[in-house]
């Protein structure tokens, strides 16, 4: 059944899973950041936050969900849409800020400290609801910020990335990775569902070609809402027929996952972690691809291509050895 579906099938199938109204939707979410800190500073940052819309002018839903707060003063902000509190300050300001009342708000506080003699650093992971961690930076930058100052951003914004991309074009390409690791750990979640019932006995036989097309199409479906979700907070209308500009990275994924069905089909217990592990790679590509037609207003060179490919796979192989060696170790 998986070998019959031609290409226009697919589309045809993937295309009423495809849900725009959902896209507007999240596009429309509403959250705030506040700033506090060095004057100075905060209008800097909330400049660069607000840079970078296409027709150059700031629209006021970006510019509100940006709010600038005194730590012992009252909340402008409805509490429940805060995501973060930024702090900015030079080098011991941190040390000296009164950050007590902001803690009770119970979201991370990110801590950026703007040291031109230092190189950028700051904690591995977002700090805890109610706690702050320091970043420290040579500049207010979308070079010296996009480490890890903007993905935690993006990290704290759970539910609403979408939205914070739409209003912040900085932070767009953080929001596009988080978006396409999203999509891709869920294709990895379906890929492994498949190949399980295939393996189980009688239902593997009965069941094993409806899985093979079922996870084609849920795959296929799950990559152009990836690229549905990538456009909108690039600042495009979700589309569909705006999508075929894009299609050309969908046939990247298509051709790894026939290669994952025919691997299942050889190597039954590893098979099915080299399916999972291509699903998850072949997903990542078309994000990246995506992400940066619209970085750069072109697709990516061939050069460019095989670099994300091959260090994908690598990634795909490097998972599927690890997820193997779980099912051997398994009595």
């Known amino acids: 059944m998986a070998a019959s579906l031609g290409a226009t099938d697919l589309f045809r199938l993937v295309r009423k899973g495809i849900d725009v109204n959902a896209v507007r939707a999240h596009v429309r979410k509403p959250f705030r950041f506040l700033l506090c800190g060095d004057p ?47 702090f900015l300050g030079r080098r011991g300001d941190l040390a000296g800020a ?66 914070v991309g739409r209003r912040l074009p900085p932070l767009r390409e953080a929001v596009a990775a988080k978006l396409t690791r999203d ?28 899985a093979s ?16 979700h990538i456009q909108a907070a690039y600042g495009r209308d979700p589309d569909v027929q705006r999508m075929w500009q894009l299609l050309p990275v969908i046939g990247g994924g298509f051709g790894w996952r026939s290669l994952a069905r025919e691997l299942v089909g050889f190597v039954p217990v590893a098979g099915i972690a080299i399916k999972g592990a291509i699903a998850y790679a072949g997903t990542i590509v078309v994000g990246e691809s995506a992400t940066f037609f619209l970085e750069h207003g072109h697709h990516m060179s061939k050069a460019d ?27």
């Open 40 to 86: 100075a500073l905060v209008a800097e940052f909330r400049m660069l936050l607000l840079s970078g819309h296409d027709d150059g002018a700031i629209p006021l839903d970006a510019a509100s969900c940006l709010e600038t707060i005194y730590p012992d003063a009252p909340l402008v902000a409805d509490p429940a849409e805060v995501r973060l509190v930024v």
């Open 305 to 331: 291509a095989k670099r994300v490919y091959d260090r994908t796979k690598s990634d795909a192989m490097r998972f599927a050895r690890d997820l193997t060696g779980r099912f051997k170790r398994k009595p």
């Open 183 to 210: 999509a891709a750990n869920n294709a990895l979640k379906v890929a492994l569902a498949s190949a399980v019932v295939d393996h189980v006995p009688v239902f593997g036989v009965v069941l094993g070609a409806f």
């Open 213 to 228: 097309a079922g996870d084609m199409v849920a795959i296929t479906g799950l990559q152009m809402m990836l690229l549905l």
């Open 98 to 163: 009164q950050l007590d009342p902001l803690k009770t708000l119970r979201v991370p506080i990110v801590g950026i400290t703007v040291d031109h003699a230092s190189q950028p650093s700051g904690p591995a992971s977002l700090p805890a609801p109610g706690t702050f961690g320091e970043y420290v930076v040579p500049a207010l930058t979308k070079e010296a910020l996009r480490g890890r100052v903007f993905i935690h951003m993006v990290d704290a914004s759970k539910g609403v990335e979408i939205a």
